[in-house]
Structures are given as C-alpha cells and as structure tokens.
C-alpha cells in the first residue's frame, strides 16, 4: 500500500502517517518527490484491510499494491493445473469441449442431446437439474430426477457429467451424481455456498458473475481452494454493460489475464456469453483462439421448444460444424482436441 | 410480445408466425405497415418464456412487451405498501432512518453505536453478524454471538434490528433475534436464500444486487412475496460501474421508477453506494431529496479502527450533523422525520 | 508511479529496473518488503507518460501514483471558483438554476418558455441552436436563426443565455450570440473544439462524457484552462450503464468527488440525466441536495410536440413547483436561491 | 412503435391513443389481449422522433419497433459491401492486417516499422499524424509532417496508408496524403466531422465510441453514408466496462452482429481493445476467428520508448508470428491471407 501525501502536506503530517502505519505494526517508507512525498507500507501479509489512513491529515489519496489472493496465484505454484473431471484433464494441452442442454428435461431429450454431442467429440457433458431463474414462474429445473437422469446419461455415452448446484444442500446432492460441481454467476459470491463446495470431493466450475472483476473472481476461487478443495476451474460467461445486441458482454481478455497470474484453468461459455444461437459458433471460434482451456457449449435438438434458455442453444448439426472448426483452431495454439 | 417481420418477408412467412403462435395456444395479430408487418402476440399470462418466434423465417427480431412481476406491480395493488418493522412503519410518509456499523465487533462497539444514533434520532440498528466477505481472509463477523449483541443493543435502546442473512441457516438464527432480515446485494439472485425470506415471519429488506436491471430487482422481491410473505422493502446500494472515484454508483433514478411501478417502499444505502465516508451526508441528503423512503448509513464510533468497510463508516457526530439536515429535507417531500 | 516486483525477482533484476528509471532522468526508490520489493518513482512532472517499465524483467505490475491534472485541481488553486455568466456568478453561495427548452424551434415557442422560466425564478436561459443527434435524419437545429432568437429573448427576459457549439466554427458563432458556450457530452473529448474554447472569450460549460472518469473529465477541463480560459463549468448529465428504467445513469457522487479535488464549478443536468420527465423534479431535488452549484433543466410549454428530446422536458407549471422544492433545500447546503 | 396500454385503462383512454397517433397522420393498431390492450403504429418512416405518447391517460409504457439507420441496412442491401482502399478490398473474401505505430514519431521510426510489418505480410499502413490524447501535455501527434512521412513510407513500401482526422481542418490534409480516413472513437458521435466525412473522396474506417451501442455505431455510420461517401468501413476497438485488467473490454460479438444487419466490413482493433501488449496476439486470433473482415495493430520496433501507447504495441517479431498464426485461422473461416 502506498500512501501518497498532498503536495502542501507538512513534515509533522508525514510523520504523522509513519507513526500510525508503524502503531498497526507494519513499517513505513517515506519516499519524498519534487512535488509530493509518498509514503510506501511493507510488513503487511495480503492486502491490507481497508484504506484506514485516507483520513489521517495531510493525505491524498491511499493506492493499493498487494493483492488478497494467494493460493490461486501463479507466484504460489508457477505451473498451470491440470483438474482431472470423471478422468478427463482440463488445463493441460487439450481443448476440453462441454456440451448439452441448459436444462435436464427427460431422460429422452437428454440421451438425444447425450449421444449427439458425444458422436461430435464432446468431452464433458453439461445439463442443469437445479435452475436458477430469474422468475419464480419460470421451469425451476427436475432436482435430484434430473441428476439420476444425467447419470443415466453418462452410463450410456461414457460422458463425465457437469451440473450446477444452486445451494448448500444441492452440493450434497451433485456430489453424489456428477463429476464436477458447476457454481453459477449468481451465486459466484454467495461464499457459503463456495465454502461448501470447497469441502466438496469433486472438482468445481466456477463461473464469473455478471460484474466481478478479475480480482474478486479469484477471490472467490481462493474460498474454495483456501477449504482444501484445489481441483477448481474458471469460467468466463459474459459480463453485463450496455450492449444492445447480446444478452451479455463476453470478455475474452481475461482468458490471458487468468493465465499470467493464476495456475487455475478456464473456460468460457458462448451460449450464456451471448444469449444468441447464431454467436455462439463464433465466438466459440473466439474463444478457442484466444487460448481457453475448453468450451461450455449448450445444445438441444429442439432448441425451440427448449423449458430453458432455448434461444441460446444451438442444433446437434451446428455442433458438429463447430467441432470440425475448432479442430482445426485448436493446433494454431498448440492444443489437441 | 411483438414479433417484427423483415421487409421482405413474404405473406407465408407471416402465415407461418400466426400459426406458430397459434401452436403455442396464444394468438397472434399482424399489424401490416408500410415497410414491415409486425405480429403482436396475445392470450399469454405473464411474460412469454423465451424468444423462440425469432428463428422462425422471415423475423427480423423480436420484442418482449408484458413483465413478469405480477405480485410487486402497482397494477395489482396500487396504493403503497406499508412495511412494519418491530413497530416502525417504513414506506408510509415518514423518513425512516437506520444506522449502525457495518460489523458487530463487541457488545461495548455497538451499544456505544446504538446508544449514539438512539440520541440523533434514528429508528432502526444496523449491524452485520454475518458479514459476507470478497476475500476469505477478511473478518467474517461474530455469527450468533453477534445476534445476541444486536438484541442486547436492542434491549437497552428500544430500537429494532435489521441484520444480515446469507444462507438458509443464517434466515432461521436471524428470523428469531432480529426484527427484519437482511438480503444483501451478492444474494439478490440466490433463490434458495430468497424462497426460505419468503416462508419468514420476519420483513424481508431486499439489496438491488450490483449489476441487477430494475426488471431483476423486481423479480427477486417477487419470488419473496410468491412464498407468502408480502413484508418486502426494497433498497439502492449503488451499482457497478468505471467510476474512478466512487466504490458504486448511486442510482438514485430507481426510486421514483420503483414508486411508478410497484407499491414496495424503498430505501437507499449511501454507505456502501459510494463506500467513501465524505460522500456518505451528500448522497444522504440527496436520496432524501429523491424521495426515498428511508436510509441505511454505517456508524462507527472508530471508524479507523473498524474491523469492516471503515472508510464508508461516518462517526457520531457527522451522523447528528446529518440528521439535523434530513430533518430539514423531509417536509419539502412531504415526510416527517 | 510505484513498480511491484514478483516474489520471486532477484536482486538483478531489481537494479536493472532502478537503472531503467534512472536512464529516463528519474529517481527509483526500492522498497524491500517481507514478501516483494517495490520500486517508488520520483523525480517526474506530471504523470509519467506510459507504463513502460511493465515489460522489464520481474515487474509484476506498475501502478500510477500522480495525475496528470494540474490546473483544474484544488492543489494549484485551493478555493472555489466562481465563473461569471453575464453577469450571474456560478460556484459561489448560490444555486443557480439554467432553464430552457432544448431546442430552439421559433421565436414564439423560446420567449414563451423564457418568460415563464424567468417567472419561476431561473438565473439562466438554455436552448439548442446546433443539435448533436444520433441520427441525421433528426432536427438538427435553426443554427445562427436559433442564436439570434436566443438574443432576443435574453433582450427581452434579461437572462443571459447559454448554449451549445459543436464544431470549432459553431464556437465563432456562440461567443458572439450567447454568455456561455456549452461543450455536449459526445464533444468532451473533441479535443480541437477544446482548445478552441479555450481560447474563447466566454465561460465555458462542459458536460461530462457518456463513459468518462473523473480523471478524463477534468483533463478535458484541463485543455480549457490549458489555453488562458480559466472561466470553466463543469456538469453532470449521467452516464451510460446497463439501466433498464432511465436514459442515462446520473452519478451525483461527482458532486462531492469534484468539490474535493478540484476548484471548479458544477451543475448537474436531471433531463439529460434520466431522460424522463417524472424524474426530473426528483432528481433536481437530489442534485441540489448533493451540493451541486447549479442546474441544467429542459422546459418546454408543450413538450409532445417539442422537436427534441420532449420526453425529458418538464412543463412550466412542473417548474415552478420544483422552484418552490429548491427554495427550501438549498438553505439546507448553505446555499441562496 | 408499440403502445402498452395499463390494465386499468378505459375505453376512452384507448380511443384517446388512437385519436393522438392519427393527430399525427400515423395509423393505430389496437391488440386487445387477457390482461391489457396494446396499440400498433404503423405509417411511420423510420424510427418515430420520440415517445411523446408515454404521458398520455391510460399508457403503461411505449416500446420503439422500427430502426432509424437505412442506408447501412442489409434490408437495403442485402450483399456485403467490399471498400477498397487504395487497391486493397476490405469486405471481401480476405482478411486484411493494417499495422504500424501508433504515432508517427520520424521519417526512420516509421519506415523501419513499415518495411516490418510489409514482410510479415500486411495489407495496409497505419500511423497517428493528429493523436487525440486525454491530456493536453501527452505528445499530440507531427501533423502535416506526419502525414508526408506516411505518404514516403507508402512511397517504399507499397502500402496504402491509414491515418485518423481529427478535425474538419484535418480531413482536408488526410484526403489529400492518405488512402483511407479514420474517425477515432472519441469522435464517433462528433457529426460535423462524420458529415465532412461523407463529403471526402476516400474510405472512411470508423471506430466504436467507447460507450457506444449497435444501434447508435451504425447511426453515426448512416451520417457518412447520407452525405453519399459508401466506402465505410467499422471497428471495434473495445468498450469500457468495470473491468480491472484491461483497458477496454473488446466485444467480439458486435462482429457476427453488424455481419447479421448491415452490408459494412468490419474490423477489430486488439491493440486498443486490451491495451496490452501481451494480449493483442491472442486477441488478434479471436478476431480472426470470430469472423472480423480484418485487423488493425499496433507495432513498433522499439515499444518502451514510443511516444503514444507504447505498452499496447508489439514488436516486429510478435508480429510476425502472430501473421503466421493468423494464416492458419483465416481458412477455417473461409478466408484467404
């Protein structure tokens, strides 16, 4: 932390604030400027608390260096992770694809949905048995049914199975069924439910929330790895601004950002990120490109009469379009799919 | 919903949107223009589900007309809900006035608090057992120690308790030591949380999440009163966005919009709105002036000591300033204080 | 500027940085901390121009300490300005209130207005002769015909009279015609009608940017004052978010953060800011509760038929009891009206 | 345009809409549904000026149907548009890299880069001559010099040169060097100059303002093309958002939704767009892959000393690679390099 002064500040100010960083135990280094003097903080462990000394006379403002995280940062383990879902390696050299309905709605759309994916080449595959809605009105997802349906999925088509948990109790449930645990944006600061999770025995998927920074997004990986659970991996899903032709914002410069301070991989989700069936190949393309470790892709072979998020979906057919492109992307960055 | 056709859209075109709609039991009416047909959509409750008309040939895009917030709606009730906190009505035309710290730290720290904003006038306690935290290294609050420091602090000032959930567990230990239960701003979107609010016997104040559309904030209240219970107070934290010099903006434009379009009352919290403590009497003032049923401030007797959010903390006497000033304020709005 | 170097930089590198300060006429300070070093810099005027110093070895990121600003700030002139618009001094005691329709469309239609505004008791006449629209198929403005009106109703009301210049030609033209040249928000970075305003011999108003900082703000202010025109306004008009209820955001935590760095005037413009006539009384009640210095109000006699931006005009009658609101606030803050 | 009736609405009220919107020689629709009636305008050209009906008795809301943009329209003309610039097609089949520095700092700076970027294989040259830059004492760019200087590398190099006006003044001597014009974003929404623009007898690269919507991009595109110049050519340059790791937020999704609703070439600027130097390659590759009609890069031979955005530009040596990168992914889109 640095604590820079006015330029009119007085020697008794500066002291002044040297005093009250030494008085919390850390040490205070004054850096006087030709035109003001900066006072920086050492001593602390992470970032400090809060800005305490903006309030101390003779301050200008109060700059933070450190940062809070710590088990997900690239200077704690240098080297990428590789988190292991139902067997498949997400985070090494491969482009691990994920794919399925946004919701689990019977056992016969889901093993439609199931088979095709997997003849394409899908690695994972995705499907929601709890939903979170904006509307109470809205299809709320089949529970547990839904979980015993995906499992059924994956006894047939050998897919590792990913499903979200919307609360404490449905980690015990998803625990039970799938192979990683996805946490959604909306709950991507609901930390009981991260903690929860971090004490999970299955990997987690975590997904940004609508407008986390970068910095809080690790944060909320750092819950789950700070419990002990250290198989996380990101997903990138769009971000909510003023754009009047998608549903969010996806922001594919995160995907070096994460790569240059964490080990964690990540994902990135079209479908949400764009709201639209006709981005989704696209910037699934994008995504590839940019580097992502996999895709989350929704599919549904009748995506106009999806219960959920059917416009975003895509057909089995303009799955396998992609699959062909993205095979062809993923050598470019030196990835295998 | 109205669905708009491309100009060259042929008469079948058109055709097959009516009888599209027509398959879904609803009924459409083609509006035909000089450039362009538009169909609109009626016979649905509430909103339609998803825009699943605009694959269909001939559609250039599609428009959502109808909400889906019924409960909420001034349509359904038009006259102003009054919200009864241990016996202090907020939405009626007083000023409703709460304040405390952000955390409990001590039984002393918050009866010197409570006693502090009891003296300037306030009407409710603040305070934070549960302190919902970006990183897991920070102070996460006392818990149910906490709870039982608030009901002390009760006991000796008369002043109700607002405070904190953030989990189902959290709803039933703050349902029975607090008057009104806290949804913060990171579980605006946590169902689960929202749906056990909803079987509370206790009111229900509700944060607008940080990226939450008015749409949103009002669907969230409305999966609260969907479970039963009608005692829902609505409150502006300030959303994210570029500002370099403040933690939220302020949106204090949501509060005529929510008096236009739902009898909820709603407060603002300038606290965490600007998180910093110099723009905390200002923005006060202001959402005063806008014609907010009652505010929420931090209060801290230390605030450079205090264990959370003690920059956007403002002390006792600035308090008393300020309350001398909203005194002021509230008649020209017609509300006493 | 302060250089943070990883955890795990070496001594070398370390130097190699301090002596890439010191070849561009700086000085490096090292800071060694129990986890990492940072670097302070000093020595520098201004801002320095670009993180170059990012890509070095072992930097792990540079953040910047001064700003770039220096004659707009508080540190250079510490009391408040006061800009005098013929006459009406804006930044003192008082708040002063400009009013007028948007565009100027006749001469009937603006001496209506202007008298009823004058009436009310508005120390200002505003009104749109050059309009900057989204599209060029909208009323663009009466030109030098509209500057003329604006003179005779300031002939006739006494009011002086400001309005906007969008191109540097526009710039001739209104400093002949009007009291103050109003920068729009599209222009606050049209740095060549800057610097011609600058160099203007009246009071410059500028409104702030759909997306701007602080920071960017007041160095847009800052080409102004950098040309010899120190007689600067500042003003608020919202900015662009995700919202689904108003036209723009209107972010009056400005207010404050403008009054504590800089010695510049403020207004605050509630139409432009909501973009709906129900907000505006509201909101201008907020913005002179906020401590803003002024207002900027849209006033139209028949705002359906108005040619721009009808919407946001309040009517003479809605004025008039908004004065009467003012009146009682403004002593609130300090303030005459 | 669709007006929402209340549900409470009478009868009269209804007929009182229809009476207004036929007042104004449109035609009205009226939908009556379950809950609520909605009245259909029709006879309108173009987008309606404004909702002017939303304060009348009865109305709910008033929802905008019709665009105002036509010439840009793929309605109006369905095949993509190929703009040459200077013998180079942008629109067509290829995907076109223009690069070079981002200021023109000397006749040698900018000819060791353009030969550079000439070998690596690019298409055309960019260079700032008049750099808008935030602060008034920033390096703004040689003028006139600069452009003489492009003009001598396109001279040795072949390639035709790109370069940004940033005044009407400036269009003049940019028409007359260089081979196309680029509006920058700050000055997307400045429309003296869009008009002057569409009087030039060159391409016109257009970028995104920062906070600029679709709609609003393609208004400002619609200016250039109504004063007759149709050589226009978009680009992305990135957003501005919350985000707390890159400079804009690049919004690759606007290229698949200008490619859906108007015939213009699209390109995107990664360099802008991140602001970093080390994501401007796995940017770039998105771009590619999301379908962009082109690229525009920063490079320099010397980043840590330029005078303008040094730490977005990259090296001859990125370049390079990055252009062999590119023509891997060019081929899966269907494009040549």
Known sequence: ???????????????????????????????????????????NRGALEAPVFESLPGVLEVIPVSHAYKLVSREVKPEASVVEIGGVPVGGGGLVVTA??????????????????KAAGAHLLRGGAFKPRTSPYSFQGLGEEGLRILAAAREETGLPVVTEAVDVEGVDLVERYADAIQIGARNMQN?????????????????????????EFLMSAEYILAEGNYAVVLCERGVRTFSDFSRNTLDLAIVPAVKNISHLPILVDP??????REKVAPLSRAAAAVGADGLMIEVH????????????????????????????IAPVIGRSL
């Open 100 to 117: 399925g309905p946004c919701a689990v709605e019977s056992l016969e759309q889901t093993l439609i949905v199931a088979r095709a994916v």
């Open 1 to 43: 932390m640095l604590v820079v002064m006015r330029k009119d500040a007085t020697p008794e100010q500066i002291k002044g604030v040297v005093e009250a960083i030494e008085a919390r135990g850390y040490k205070g280094h004054p850096i006087p400027g030709a035109q003001r003097t900066a006072i920086g903080i050492t001593g």
């Open 301 to 328: 072979h009748d995506p106009n009469r999806a219960l959920s998020d059917g416009p975003q979906s895509i057909t089995p057919d303009m799955f396998e379009t992609l699959m062909q492109d993205l095979r062809q």
């Open 191 to 215: 930390f009981s439910l991260l903690r929860r999770a971090g004490k999970a025995k299955k990997p987690v998927i975590l997904k940004r929330g609508m407008s986390a920074t970068l910095e």
């Open 271 to 276: 479908s949400h990120g764009t709201g639209r």
